[in-house]
């Protein structure tokens, strides 16, 4: 392990001659009666090289000694990384604790890790590695093996991260379909400013599987990158809350999709969150910026009703009006084309092969050129 200072420096030298360093990333571990496999979980955070990392643990009012052993733990631990411990007064899922954990967080870039996963001792080095060396993205998603109750090693990869051994960057054109080409939440290193926007004050739609929401919305905002690198562990076992499904080969659920959030419920919560605070989704993506990832969520009536209430509340330049309209008139058009060919890709994805990386940007020009490039 090194400094803050050898990381930024080993990125690029001249770093180090000015007055720059690490940025910090936050784990969060989120725990509900896994008292079998916290001390192990949070023992693979203790082992990450990376120089700068915090890690809370938020339980959600277990009703095992989960809590028991994680104060023992943190008790015990000599490691660099600062361990500390959140609780639940009552049981509010998964939701509720990715939020007390990001409210509580310090970290440029946040991790959500749960209790009965494991992390490579490389996984945060290798996850900031690849936000800034790459033009920004709102989170990143690597490579899992699989492992059983027992931590029996039974599977290489996760086969739901289409990565086609290649680093790839994914957009969203429309999530009117469901699709999913990540791995599970434990794989993924977000930016927080992302997360203050997604994560709203409701708790109650995603006690359980939160990623499913969390992870459409962030990539509908900012874009994702698939790493295809290995760099933890998912684990598959009966009391696993959702993911209780055996591994026996082929892209099947981990879990038993009758008691997953519909698709329908992830774009009601995105929609209703894009309306509540359109102001400020506005101000961060610009007029027609925001109407297009609306229009992604959005059944193209309620649209346009809500589109003109939001619009009379809004100062816009005859510019910006014109873009507006013209929105409209591409969705429109949009929407004939898609009827006609009765079928529409939900993503793109993109094969970043090294060319895109910051370090062949020179320019804001070649920024935005290689993010219109990567859409």
Known sequence: MGSVKSYIEALDSRLGQINTVSPKVSIIVTNYNYADYIQDCLHSVSLQTYPDVE???VDDHSSDDSVDRIERFIRSDTSHIRFSLL???STRGQYAAFRTGVQQSAGAFVSFLDADDLLLPDFVSEHVRMHLSCPPV????SNQFQIDSEGQVIGGVHPDLETQNSYRSVSTISLRRSFWVWATTSSMMFRRPVLNYVLSDSDDAFRRCADNYVCHFSNLLGGSILIPMVLGCYRRHLNNAFSNNPLIGGRLPTGDMRNHPTHHLVLHHISERL?????QFISLLGVGGFFDALSKVTLFTRLWHNGRAIRG??????VQSLQFFGTFARLSLRAIVRAIKRSHPSYTTIDLEGVKRAANVTSYTDYQRNRRDAK
Do not use: D, V
Request: aromatic share 14%; with cysteine.
């Open 55 to 57: 890690c809370i643990i």
């Open 87 to 89: 609780t639940h007064e």
């Open 138 to 141: 709102a989170f990143t998603s």
């Open 275 to 279: 309306f509540e605070c359109n102001q």
């Open 313 to 318: 509340k809004t100062p816009i330049r005859f």
